[in-house]
């Protein structure tokens, strides 16, 4: 869970990512941020361009300067909750605080109680956090979370797109491939390529990833996590140049493009499976 300040604000926000500015103005000072970490919470990371240090009772003590600016902490919680309470009774804090869910279903699917629910625009939640649930958290209130159910045992179909580019050897020995994929990740852990595919390169929203391989697999892949995809893969392809798969990925696709670029002295003669083959020999 994030915590956001602005200040000593009227109004405080806390979701489990992302944190709204703090606004300071004045001489250079240090300033004393209580109730950042709730209790039994773990803090992962603190991300401020000021100076800031995590004290031990859970306040971030900053040295501040006139300017705008965001600090950042993130924490987890080493077990599942069924509550979280904000424990604070403190006439110099806000009265209340808005708390957004970033419900995550595949995992478990709750119902939220003994706190009231807000509509977010109303709020002055930040706009990133707009299409989320907010819910009015006031000094001593429990947020309860009542659980409907465990897993998804009807996950949504993956929504995923590819973009392929081959290039065919000047020797016609094989094709250097690199897929562009995106789209949302509903289930599955793993995206694994086609046997006859060799992964050189992956890199997964900006990460490079280690490939690996499953006991007793003859395919390569990389892990994955739920949510938005952004994936780019260099690989080869020598088992066939005149028929392949289309996608070479062992996943279902919505939208799928591919371009080969063929080099001198190549002509492509004609493609099947597909909808529109421009500048092949039979099309034309």
Known sequence: MLLAWAGMPKTSFRKNSDSPPLQVSGKQREIKLPYALLPGFIPINLNSRLPAKLEKDGSILVQVRPGRWQIEL???????????????NNPDWPASEIWSFDAQTYQRLVEISQVIPIDPSQSNVPGQWQQLPAFLVKQGDNMHFSVIRRGDPEPEPNNLSITRHLWLDFAGTGYTIKDIINGKITHGWRLDSLPETQLGHVDLNGQTQLITRLPNSETEGVELRKGRLQLTADSRLTHSISEFSAVGWQEK????????????????????GVDNVPNSWISR
């Open 74 to 88: 993130t924490a987890r919680h080493p077990e599942q909750l069924s509550d979280i309470s904000l424990n604070i």
């Open 253 to 272: 696709f919505n939208h799928v493009k591919a371009f080969v670029h063929l080099p001198p002295g190549w002509h492509l003669l004609a493609v099947s």
